[in-house]
């Protein structure tokens, strides 16, 4: 009873605002010696209910004092703590070891694998939107990496899922397959796999593009789709000239119905188609190249009237590619009445109808006067690309409809396929990919001041150069 008395005497004193661990004269008078020897001796504290009540006692004066006045409570762990504070070691935080540059990729690369294979374990779902899903997660990881290591074990796989989406999908799946099926046969090479890919589905992709009630997008995908598997892995002739002929069946068709019915509406899908074939022309052999200058060019200035702003623009580089080509054969391209077509073209490159939209406009008339320039004077306007420390000239027709058919594929990841697919560095003519290390990559790196120098240079050259070609309202009168 004295021990009980002496501890709610003590957190009494400390609830009063003493301020000190230790206890007072005064204080230790009122508890009596015995209770002080005991306490300074390490006498037990008796029954656990007296020690929860006497610590309940010392809590009222706050909780800086919390545990001061208990023997051997302080910092040093045998005597109070001075000035009211009880001081903690703290423990040293347990830091992981750092990993290195190579562990790290290794461990992004397989977490896209594993993401890689759980879409298309997903083409195989019995709902549309999850295979939609799929299709869509694989275009988007097939466009901006390059993957041709992890495909090559798994391309009988995809293939085959690839084939039921296509045959059984309808409208956006279609379209996806199709756009899936080119990125794979694009990582796979012009080597026997892509051929073996090529082959394989090339019936299916005419077979839907030639099919009148199959939705409009899927038909435009798969026409994409031939000519691109064509360009990259047909190794017949054979093959080359059946897609032709496929895709000139599309594009060609007469512009007015039996019995002179309304003139059929060009959209998407004959862009697509004409987009293709004029790419196939760039791989054509000479052979079979000059009976196309002879006749079947005919059917593309009748395009160059249609209700399509797109289609127009394909009808002119198209008209410009086969001028070039005949140039490279070393034959003249003779139209019946080429006077007319030059005449036509002049009008596409000065068109101010106001019924037309005005970006619309203005990207015709800028094309087609590098169109005009070439076919009257033979001068084609170099456009230079850049990516990574690199850069890439198109400087004819043919380098330009190549690079516009993959940059449509492949969009914005263009510039990493430039840097690091195999097969685009071949076709451009790029030579194998570049090895840089850290320090290369770091010193390539432009400041910001440098940038900003840079552009402002770049902007008042351009507006230097577009005031001089810009329309003026004399030359239109």
Not at 272 to 292: E, F, K, N, V, Y
Not at 337 to 362: H, I, P, W
């Amino acid at each position: 009873r004295g021990r009980d008395q002496g501890r709610q005497g003590q957190g009494q004193g400390q609830g009063q605002g003493q301020g000190h661990g230790h206890d007072t004269d005064r204080h230790r008078a009122q508890r009596g010696p015995a209770a002080h020897a005991q306490m300074a001796g390490g006498a037990p504290r008796g029954p656990r209910s007296g020690w929860g009540r006497a610590r309940q006692g010392r809590g009222c004066g706050g909780a800086s004092n919390q545990g001061a006045g208990r023997p051997g409570g302080g910092a040093g762990g045998g005597g109070p703590a001075r000035g009211g504070a009880r001081v903690r070691a703290l423990r040293p935080c347990r830091v992981p070891p750092p990993r290195s540059e190579a562990a790290s990729e290794q461990g992004q690369e397989e977490e896209v694998e594993d993401r890689l294979k759980e879409h298309m374990d997903n083409l195989l779902d019995k709902s549309a939107k999850a295979r939609q899903a799929a299709l869509q997660s694989l275009r988007l990881a097939l466009s901006s990496k390059t993957l041709s290591e992890f495909l090559l074990e798994r391309r009988l796989t995809l293939t085959d899922s690839l084939e039921k989406c296509l045959k059984k999908g309808k409208g956006e799946e279609q379209a996806l397959a199709g756009t899936v099926l080119t990125l794979l046969c694009l990582q796979m090479g012009s080597g026997p796999e892509g051929e073996e890919l090529f082959r394989s589905l090339k019936p299916l992709l005419i077979s839907v593009l030639t099919d009148s009630t199959a939705s409009p997008s899927a038909r435009q995908s798969c026409a994409t789709a031939l000519g691109m598997c064509c360009y990259i892995a047909a190794a017949d002739l054979e093959d080359l000239i059946s897609c032709l002929s496929c895709l000139e069946g599309i594009f060609s068709t007469p512009s007015t119905g039996e019995g002179g019915s309304a003139p059929t509406q060009h959209g998407p899908l004959h862009c697509s188609a004409l987009q293709s074939w004029s790419l196939l022309l760039t791989i054509c052999p000479p052979s079979h190249l000059r009976s196309i200058l002879d006749n079947r060019w005919l059917h593309l200035p009748p395009l160059l009237t249609s209700s399509s702003v797109a289609l127009r623009i394909l009808a002119g580089e198209t008209i410009a590619l086969l001028f070039e080509l005949a140039q490279d054969l070393e034959e003249d391209l003779c139209h019946q009445d080429t006077g007319f077509l030059c005449a036509q073209l002049k009008v596409l490159a000065t068109e101010s109808n106001k019924y037309r939209a005005k970006t619309d406009r203005r990207k015709q008339r800028s094309i087609f006067r590098d169109i005009l320039r070439f076919i009257e004077s033979g001068e084609y306007q170099e456009e230079t690309i850049r990516f990574g420390l690199e850069c890439m000239y198109l400087d004819s027709w043919a380098r330009q409809r190549t690079y516009q058919a993959f940059k449509e594929v492949l969009g914005s990841g263009i510039r990493h396929h430039l840097q690091n697919n195999e097969l685009l560095r071949e076709i451009f003519g790029l030579g194998p990919p570049l090895v840089l290390d850290a320090a290369a990559l770091k010193a390539s790196k432009v400041s910001r001041f440098e940038k900003h120098l840079y552009n402002s240079a770049a902007f008042k050259a351009r507006t230097k150069a577009r005031s001089r070609v810009r329309d003026k309202r004399a030359d239109v009168l």
